[in-house]
């Protein structure tokens, strides 16, 4: 894949075994970057037996050219695998799946917040698998991602850089928006409300299901922040899956935290 293209809007945060992540980096002349530390061990991981289809979709494209069946299932060692059956594309063509953090439009995908985790290519063939086995990094339990379900559709972009691109980056061959079915893999989170610390003294939004968001402000620590609401660091980082891996540590004054899983 020609990087090139994406590095103008966005900047690769990870590099996992031969996947990257997408997103927006923050600002280095930043006064109220902060970093927290924490020895909170990561969770232990809660296994799906393999197999278990956990999200489904269904490729469209304007063309009608490249269609599929889409499906997410449990692989062995807390990981995930993208399946494409009854896969149909014109022949010769290079492709490179994508599942993006939010649900697919020619504006959003222009937009420099636009988040995708471009995975291995995948070849034309009645049927096409990709093991998401990014060094952990969607694992369940793991502090960077926790389980994808945060992703909202997939895909399929031309590996061509000399193809027509569909606005700023490579031509968009096919979409699928996909639906979970993935069973609460955390259900230990309980968020609550303590009160503001000296480095966690932000406001607080709440919705339907109770505390939503956490406003960040200068001199905020992160540890402070989760201590705050009653859970770990890396309970914070599962709730916020798709800030990068650069921003893990820091605490950034505006920042918008989910509290909310229903809003992962």
Same mark, same amino acid.
Not at 193 to 203: F, H
Not at 204 to 211: A, D, F, K, P
Not at 212 to 231: K, N, P, Q, S
């Given at each position: 894949?020609?990087?090139?293209?994406?590095?103008?809007?966005?900047?690769?945060? &990870?590099?996992?075994?031969?996947?990257?992540?997408?997103?927006?980096?923050?600002?280095?002349?930043?006064?109220?970057?902060?970093?927290?530390?924490?020895?909170?061990?990561?969770?232990?991981?809660?296994?799906?037996?393999?197999?278990?289809?956990?999200?489904?979709?269904?490729?469209?494209?304007?063309?009608?050219?490249?269609?599929?069946?889409?499906?997410?299932?449990?692989?062995?060692?807390?990981? !995930?695998?993208?399946?494409?059956?009854?896969?149909?594309?014109? #022949?010769?063509?290079?492709? %490179?799946?994508?599942?993006?953090?939010? @649900? !697919?439009?020619?504006?959003?995908?222009?937009?420099?917040?636009?988040?995708?985790?471009?995975?291995?290519? %995948?070849?034309?063939?009645?049927?096409?698998?990709?093991?998401?086995?990014?060094? /952990?990094?969607?694992?369940?339990?793991? %502090?960077?991602?926790?389980? @994808?379900? !945060?992703?909202?559709?997939?895909?399929?972009?031309?590996?061509?850089?000399?193809? @027509?691109?569909?606005?700023?980056?490579?031509?968009?061959?096919?979409?699928? #928006?996909?639906?979970?079915?993935?069973?609460?893999?955390?259900?230990?989170?309980?968020?609550?409300?303590?009160? #503001?610390?000296?480095?966690?003294?932000? @406001?607080?939004?709440?919705?339907?299901?109770?505390?939503?968001?956490?406003?960040?402000?200068?001199?905020?620590?992160?540890?402070?922040?989760?201590?705050? !609401?009653?859970?770990?660091?890396?309970?914070?980082?599962?709730?916020?899956? &798709?800030?990068?891996?650069?921003?893990?540590?820091?605490? %950034?004054? /505006?920042?918008?935290?989910?509290?909310?899983?229903?809003?992962?």
């Amino acid at each position: 894949m020609n990087a090139r293209h994406l590095l103008a809007p966005l900047v690769a945060v &990870a590099l996992l075994a031969g996947c990257t992540v997408v997103t927006p980096e923050p600002s280095e002349t930043d006064a109220a970057l902060v970093t927290g530390k924490t020895n909170t061990p990561t969770p232990a991981p809660i296994h799906l037996e393999e197999g278990t289809v956990v999200a489904t979709g269904e490729l469209v494209s304007v063309d009608d050219l490249t269609t599929g069946d889409v499906s997410i299932v449990a692989a062995p060692a807390g990981e !995930f695998r993208l399946q494409i059956d009854n896969f149909v594309t014109p #022949p010769g063509t290079d492709l %490179i799946p994508n599942l993006s953090a939010e @649900p !697919f439009t020619e504006a959003a995908y222009c937009d420099g917040g636009f988040m995708m985790f471009v995975l291995d290519h %995948i070849a034309p063939a009645p049927s096409a698998s990709v093991v998401l086995h990014v060094g /952990g990094g969607m694992r369940v339990g793991d %502090i960077t991602f926790g389980n @994808p379900d !945060f992703f909202d559709t997939l895909v399929i972009t031309l590996n061509d850089a000399n193809a @027509p691109r569909t606005g700023c980056f490579y031509s968009v061959v096919a979409t699928a #928006p996909l639906v979970w079915t993935m069973p609460d893999l955390r259900p230990d989170i309980r968020v609550v409300d303590s009160g #503001p610390t000296g480095g966690a003294t932000g @406001p607080v939004t709440e919705n339907s299901n109770g505390l939503a968001t956490y406003e960040v402000v200068a001199g905020d620590i992160l540890d402070e922040i989760a201590a705050r !609401f009653g859970i770990s660091v890396l309970d914070l980082f599962y709730l916020n899956p &798709a800030r990068g891996r650069g921003q893990q540590r820091l605490a %950034i004054a /505006g920042e918008i935290l989910n509290l909310d899983k229903a809003g992962r």
